[in-house]
């Protein structure tokens, strides 16, 4: 007699199991360096072709700003004659410098991203005028700097003075506001991976900014990308560079600690 | 307004549940269980009886219920792009009454106030709203009864 049906049963069985296993721990390696433990890039609930997009250096639109940047970073401006390569030198100098924004500054007493940084640097060391905000300079310097951490981990700091600055950034990521009355948490927690008419809601993480956002036909801030959706659930946004927004920014970025820097990533 | 007493209503009944399930923990055994003080909003916010063709029309429209944002419905298959997030309301007559969808539109956080879902009914205790919303309901009177006779129409079949 051959194998006894029960034997087949079990055979079948274990079969089936490492089949599954096999299967979840493929589904756990899929995103790579894009997932972290439970977090998970905007980058793993983009479409194949948005992806695809930002994979190549030569079909990301975001980079004509890290050109932007690029040239920016050899041009002197300024009454202190100086260009950014004047002091730091070659912009691989800045690797790793993203990872940590925002950065508590002793003597603001506050946070600073690193658009604030760049414009502290052009004001202070260069003497030159600080760019607006969302400006095609300042978006292409941030751009152009943060892309020099390209798939290093994030790691912003929260103990210390940074404490007071991350409670209020949970707080507003808690907090329901606008006429929809919802908070971030409604949307990018409870409902992360959830179909919202046309779109699939991430998990709102930074690592990616400043994005090119298909959208915007264009890059943009994480700022701006507050704003839309305050405005979104009809709230009363604030303004760039605001002490609030920075306090998000920084929970926003410790939500995604690990999370590789993908400047400029692409997104819908 | 006359229109707001229920709504206040609403609001003071959400508050004092949160209040009972964040401090008094689980019912213990021969306690007395409260049960949801509000399940409906009976009386309609307007003399005039809700259009149901009208509020087919609020309940797509992205301005004003925007339902398919979150839920999705079979009967309005031709629009594209239903929400998953919330519960189909395929049917949803046939296990509400016309009182109880009433109170789940205008203030959803009578019953869970937790929920997702926004009041549109309601402009009180709402935080940093956007000045052309503000002291405005999400909907009007009339424009949610409409919305409950559309979502009257949805029983199952």
């Known amino acids: 007699m051959g194998k006894t049906p029960s034997k087949l049963i079990l055979a079948g069985c274990l079969a089936l199991t490492a089949c599954f296993a096999g299967k979840a721990f493929a589904a756990d390696k899929k995103w790579g360096q894009y997932q972290v433990e439970d977090r998970r890039s905007g980058y793993t609930f983009a479409a194949p072709e948005t992806r695809?997009?930002?994979?190549d250096n030569f079909q990301n639109p975001g980079m004509l700003w890290a050109e932007i940047g690029e040239e920016l970073w050899e041009k002197t401006e300024g009454e202190a004659g100086k260009a950014c390569a004047s002091c730091h030198n070659g912009p691989e100098t800045m690797k790793g410098v993203a990872v940590s924004y925002p950065k508590y500054v002793a003597e603001k007493k506050n946070l600073e991203n690193l658009e604030q940084r760049i414009n502290r640097c052009r004001t202070d060391n260069m003497k030159a005028k600080p760019w607006k905000y969302e400006s095609k300079?300042?978006?292409?310097?941030?751009v152009f700097v943060r892309n020099q951490s390209l798939g290093m981990p994030m790691n912003v700091k929260v103990d210390g003075e940074y404490a007071p600055f991350f409670e209020k950034g949970k707080a507003f990521y808690e907090q329901r506001r606008g006429q929809l009355d919802l908070a971030c948490k409604h949307c990018h927690e409870d409902f992360e991976g959830?179909?919202?008419?046309?779109?699939?809601?991430?998990?709102?993480?930074?690592?990616?900014?400043?994005?090119?956002?298909?959208?915007?036909?264009?890059?943009?801030?994480?700022?701006?990308?507050?704003?839309?959706?305050?405005?979104?659930?009809?709230?009363?946004?604030?303004?760039?560079?605001?002490?609030?927004?920075?306090?998000?920014?920084?929970?926003?970025?410790?939500?995604?600690?690990g999370l590789p820097v993908e400047t400029p990533a692409v997104r819908n | 307004m006359k229109m707001t007493t229920p709504i206040v209503a609403a609001m003071v009944f959400g508050a004092s549940m949160a209040l009972t399930a964040t401090f008094s923990g689980p019912a213990q055994a021969g306690e007395p269980v409260e049960l949801a003080a509000m399940t409906e909003m009976a009386k309609p916010l307007t003399d005039q009886a809700g259009d149901p063709a009208t509020g087919k029309k609020v309940?797509?429209?992205?301005?004003?219920?925007?339902?398919?944002?979150?839920?999705?419905?079979?009967?309005?298959?031709?629009?594209?792009?239903?929400?998953?997030?919330?519960?189909?309301?395929?049917?949803?007559?046939?296990?509400?009454?016309?009182?109880?969808?009433?109170?789940?539109?205008?203030?959803?956080?009578?019953?869970?106030?937790?929920?997702?879902?926004?009041?549109?009914?309601?402009?009180?205790?709402?935080?940093?709203?956007?000045?052309k919303f503000k002291d405005k309901t999400i909907l009007t009177a009339q424009q949610v009864e409409d919305l409950v006779a559309y979502l009257g129409t949805l029983k199952e079949e």
């Open chain 1, 52 to 55: 695809a997009m930002q994979d």
């Open chain 1, 137 to 142: 300079e300042l978006l292409g310097m941030t």
């Open chain 1, 194 to 257: 959830g179909q919202l008419r046309a779109n699939i809601l991430s998990q709102g993480q930074g690592n990616g900014f400043p994005v090119y956002r298909l959208k915007w036909s264009g890059v943009g801030s994480l700022h701006r990308r507050f704003r839309g959706c305050n405005k979104q659930v009809r709230s009363k946004p604030y303004g760039y560079g605001s002490d609030e927004y920075l306090a998000l920014e920084l929970y926003v970025m410790w939500r995604g600690r």
């Open chain 2, 59 to 131: 309940f797509s429209n992205r301005k004003l219920g925007n339902c398919l944002a979150c839920h999705s419905l079979q009967a309005m298959k031709e629009q594209p792009f239903h929400g998953e997030v919330a519960p189909p309301l395929d049917g949803v007559a046939s296990r509400y009454s016309i009182a109880e969808l009433r109170l789940r539109v205008a203030n959803p956080k009578a019953i869970n106030p937790e929920t997702q879902m926004p009041a549109y009914f309601r402009k009180d205790g709402l935080h940093r709203v956007m000045d």
